[in-house]
């Protein structure tokens, strides 16, 4: 039995890798170079023409514009792209190899986060959750893994940031200041690191949150580092007056996501998100309960008697569940934002993985019954 699941596993991870290779080589040589790539890659090419850290004012009025807060994907993905447009290669190839990276990053951090939670299996499932996920639908897509965007490279760093927090929070702080600097949204995330850390935090009660505090400080100064290095350079660049209206053209953009007001409703982007996986919407939206269930029923079981690799996994679930709801919670009441799962997607590519993830642990935590067993485990 144990050479048959052995065998098992090994086609099934097999399946998923060739499942990926197909994503990335399709990503890489059929999709179109869109609108937000075209108008993203302005910016390393005006800095190696000496013009700048600035776009081509598309959105501005065509004229240069230094530090455009229209230009969401941040210098975290940008600078790597100048610098391999800087060796002289092709500009769509190079835009495309470094989200590409942080795509092959995202997968590694899921199968690490996998495997320390519950297993191969587990790491398998995770690994499985971003080939399953599809935002390619409307005018705002991700097509694919090499697009030039910041949404998969802002989720590459938030798992990565989530691996080392229970041995090293001040780097996870950094990674988490990183995902901001690769997409702006991924600032929504901190919330869920304050709660694993909370968790993973010596004593009850107020002693609790009190260690929780004292290990906190740090990594939250450094999750601010690499916005503080980005702002300084805008206004070394800018001056203090246009660093100025570089703020105020900032909150601005922030305020209205960059939209007009689209009137959409909760149900109409829980609608779109339901549609936006390779299964039927109501296959996603039952494998989504049940999983969520089955990571509360493991988390409830196991809260109060927790071994410390366990109190481990209890921290990356509950993280896992709250960066979750913040993402799609923002995103679904967000009225004025349209109809596109692109806005939500760097919480869902790293934090659903890992509920999945969870959901295995859970399973061998049911109770001592053949029926418990053998559902969870379909």
Not at 113 to 137: D, E, H, K, M, S
Not at 138 to 167: K, M, T, Y
């Amino acid at each position: 039995m144990s050479r048959l699941r052995t065998a098992l596993f090994w086609v099934a991870a097999a399946a998923l890798v060739i499942g990926h290779v197909a994503l990335a080589w399709h990503s890489i040589t059929v999709s179109r170079f869109w609108e937000d790539e075209a108008f993203n890659l302005t910016v390393p090419r005006n800095l190696l023409a000496g013009l700048g850290y600035a776009s081509d004012g598309a959105l501005s009025g065509s004229t240069i514009t230094p530090f455009d807060p229209r230009i969401s994907t941040g210098p975290v993905v940008l600078l790597p792209v100048a610098a391999l447009l800087a060796t002289g290669m092709d500009p769509v190839l190079a835009a495309r190899l470094v989200p590409l990276a942080f795509w092959l990053l995202l997968l590694a951090g899921l199968a690490v986060l996998g495997r320390r939670i519950g297993g191969r299996w587990a790491a398998l499932l995770a690994v499985a959750v971003p080939l399953a996920f599809t935002a390619g639908a409307g005018v705002s897509p991700i097509q694919g893994p090499a697009d030039l965007l910041g949404e998969i490279p802002a989720a590459a760093l938030l798992v990565w940031a989530l691996a080392v927090l229970p041995r090293r929070a001040w780097l996870a702080g950094l990674l988490v200041g990183l995902a901001v600097q690769a997409k702006l949204i991924a600032a929504l995330a901190l919330p869920a690191y304050a709660v694993a850390l909370w968790v993973l935090a010596d004593g009850h009660g107020w002693a609790r949150v009190r260690d929780a505090l004292r290990r906190a400080w740090l990594p939250l100064l450094l999750s601010a580092v690499p916005t503080a290095l980005f702002e300084l350079g805008a206004l070394l660049a800018l001056g203090p007056a246009g660093f100025v209206e570089h703020l105020r053209a900032f909150v601005r953009f922030v305020r209205s996501g960059g939209q007009a007001d689209a009137a959409t409703t909760v149900l109409q982007k829980l609608g779109t998100l339901a549609d936006s996986w390779s299964l039927p919407p109501a296959a996603a939206l039952l494998g989504a309960v049940l999983t969520l269930a089955l990571v509360t029923l493991g988390v409830a079981r196991r809260w109060r008697i927790a071994t410390e690799e366990e109190r481990v996994v209890i921290a990356y679930a509950l993280a896992a569940v709250v960066g979750a709801l913040a993402f799609v919670t923002w995103w679904a009441t967000a009225s004025r934002l349209p109809l596109w799962v692109r806005h939500p997607a760097p919480g869902i590519l790293a934090f659903f993985p890992v509920l999945a993830a969870v959901a295995v642990w859970s399973v061998a935590r049911l109770p001592e019954r053949r029926a418990w067993r053998l559902g969870g485990t379909v």
